[in-house]
């Protein structure tokens, strides 16, 4: 009986959440972990997912899964569980493991936990610890029914990456013409860049920031630190940066090692995109702003002198 | 353009989050329950395909009476009729089930619904109603326009975004800016008053999940704060104390 761990590559590199749900896998049954990868990959970078915990790599390369069409990649996950008589199917949080996952749990009739952040209690049949009401509590929950799917928040485990590279398996699944209907015409995306739910360090700036002009303050903080970068929501709506950065309860919601807040207030909704983050650094220049309540470590100033100067300290502790 | 909108009740988002009887029950005392944030957005962004291209639009709830206010809002603000199905939403299957069951009759052109709920943060009952209905569900979709039959459809992935386009009829989990929430206005609000709220009994339907116990977050420890012109000790910090660099 294996688990299968559907992983996702970012640019041809698998990415860590990915391999961290490998990881998460191998601490349920170190001898059984499948990992599936859909279009195109190079094969050293699928041997290395054996690094993480994967004794195999069920690898179904088609080029027409190059694109990550939500109904297509469902039924191939069904089938792959099929395949490799798997009754758990885990994968990270990510826009396209949500909407997957979801389908597959009706066709695979399986019960399904999301944003899980513990590994499962097996004393009494098989149940998670899942982050609700946007991180600001857990729930326990038992999934019924022979098959399982979790999805999980990222920083569940430890990375492990000190296993044998892994086998790859050629996996060529039937393709239902139907779920092609929907097609991807184009993607746009920033390249190059630390993607922010994968990011293990993250700086984010709000309003305080006064418009996008200033933004070089919290980039160059963020290459110093290899961080990715997030905002607030009003920043977003003014489109002062893109909607893929914006932070909270009705945005990305992260749990990096590493949150930054420099002139953001503290809003109960933006907390609630960031509240798992393990450490929270807030920069306000007022020293009631709610955040500081939140926070693990603060500094009461003007963004526009702490943060150069906090940039050139890290580039100068390199 | 028939549209089906399927809408959660759902604490306010200041809401303080407790629970009684030994963390099993979530502590509505003093909570406001909203109509969900992505939700509105569906709404939103169905009141305007409906100005555009003519139409009805329905909501539905699964649900007890306490949600009526919240459908009652959802009338206020464009929608034409509800449904609310009398049960408890037990879990994402059980709300699924419900949902294909009254639509798989009814033959809408879309089903709108929020990206996730943002109670259980689940963000399972769109695929699943999709697979059901065995039609495209595609989410988190920040744009939709329909043109000739046919969906434009925008969709959020991490670091940009990917440009879709999918025949009627299908499933969307929706998020902001798909369109900007709407106010009720005194208008809408008089007229919610008589428009349809049908209350119809669920179908039989399992449960794939419990909730055996909920728990919260261990409290923060107390904050450091760090002269402004003393930055290197925050570096210091956070590498020798937090060890996160
Ligand atoms: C249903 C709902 C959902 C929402 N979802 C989200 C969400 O997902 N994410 C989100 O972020 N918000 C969300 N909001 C909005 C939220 O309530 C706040 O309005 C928002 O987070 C405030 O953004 P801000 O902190 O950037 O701006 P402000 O609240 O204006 O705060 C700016 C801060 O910058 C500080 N400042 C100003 N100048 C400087 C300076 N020179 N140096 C240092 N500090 C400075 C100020 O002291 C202030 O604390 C939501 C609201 C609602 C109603």
Redesign the interface.
């Known amino acids: 009986m294996s688990i299968l761990v559907f992983v996702e590559g ?1 640019q041809g590199k698998i990415k860590n959440s990915s391999r961290e749900a490998v990881t998460y896998a191998s601490s349920i049954d170190q001898s059984s972990v499948v990992a599936l990868a859909l279009g195109s990959f190079e094969a050293s970078e699928l041997e290395q997912l054996g690094t993480n915990g994967a004794n195999s790599v069920l690898h179904a390369s088609s080029e027409r899964l190059n694109e990550g069409i ?2 297509v990649y ?1 039924e191939v996950l069904t089938k792959a569980m099929e395949e490799c008589g798997a009754h758990t199917l885990v994968l990270a949080k ?3 493991g ?10 695979s009739n ?6 899980v952040v513990a590994l499962p209690d097996l004393s009494d049949g098989f ?1 998670v ?1 899942r ?15 022979a098959n399982r799917i979790l999805i999980l928040k990222k920083n569940t485990v430890e990375l492990k990456t000190n296993g044998e590279p892994a086998q790859i398996v050629q996996f060529s699944p039937e393709l239902n013409q ?2 092609f ?10 390249s190059g ?1 630390v ?4 990011a293990d ?1 993250v700086v984010s700036g709000g309003r305080g920031l006064k418009g996008p002009e200033n933004w070089h303050l919290i980039e160059d903080l963020a290459s110093a ?1 290899g961080a990715a970068t997030g905002c607030s929501k009003p920043v977003s ?1 003014m489109e002062w940066r ?3 950065e ?1 932070v909270g ?2 945005g990305i ?1 992260v749990s990096p ?2 949150y930054i807040a420099i002139g953001i207030s503290g809003a ?2 933006h907390l ?1 995109g960031v ?2 983050s ?2 929270i ?1 807030v920069i306000n220049k007022d020293p009631d702003a709610p955040f ?11 963004a526009f ?2 943060v150069p ?2 940039t050139e ?2 580039n ?2 390199k | 353009m028939k549209i089906l909108v399927c809408i959660t009740h759902v604490p306010d988002t200041t809401s303080r989050i407790a629970f009684v009887n030994n963390n099993s029950e979530f502590d509505s005392n003093g909570v406001q329950y909203i109509i969900g944030p992505y939700e509105d957005y569906a709404l939103a962004r169905a009141v305007e395909l409906k100005e555009e291209l003519g139409g009805s639009i329905t909501v539905l709830h699964v649900g007890g009476a306490e949600a009526d206010p919240t459908i009652r809002k959802a009338l206020a603000i464009g929608a034409d009729d509800a449904i609310r199905v009398n049960a408890q939403p037990e879990d994402s299957y059980y709300v699924a089930q419900q949902i294909y069951a009254i639509a798989k009759d009814d033959s809408y052109d879309l089903i709108l619904m929020g990206r996730e709920s943002i109670d259980y943060n689940g963000g399972q009952v769109h695929g699943m109603v999709g697979a059901l209905m065995n039609i495209p569900s595609i989410s988190p979709v920040m744009q939709l326009n329909i043109e000739n039959g046919v969906a434009k459809i925008t969709r959020e992935i991490e670091g940009g975004k990917e440009l879709i386009e999918v025949p009627l009829p299908f499933v969307a989990g929706c998020q902001e800016p798909i369109a900007e929430w709407k106010i009720p206005n005194m208008r809408g609000i008089m007229s919610a008053r008589s428009k349809p709220l049908q209350v119809v009994e669920p179908v039989d339907s399992d449960t794939m999940t419990s909730t055996l116990k909920f728990q919260l977050p261990p409290a923060k420890g107390s904050i450091k704060m760090i002269d402004a012109d003393k930055v290197e000790e925050l570096v210091a910090l956070l590498k020798n104390e937090a060890k996160v660099l």
């Open positions: 970012d939500i109904q469902a990510s826009a396209l949500d909407a997957v996952a979801a389908r597959t749990s009706i066709l399986a019960g399904m936990a999301s944003n149940s610890m982050s609700i009401y946007s991180g600001k509590a857990f729930a326990h929950v038992k999934l019924k029914g139907e779920g209907s929907t097609t991807i015409t184009a993607t746009e995306r920033v860049e993607l922010l739910p994968e360090i630190l709506d893109p909607h893929h914006h309860q009705t919601k090692s590493l109960i909704q609630a509240n798992s393990k450490v650094v500081f309540k939140s926070a693990d470590y603060g500094i009461v100033g003007d002198e702490v100067k906090l300290a890290i100068a502790s």
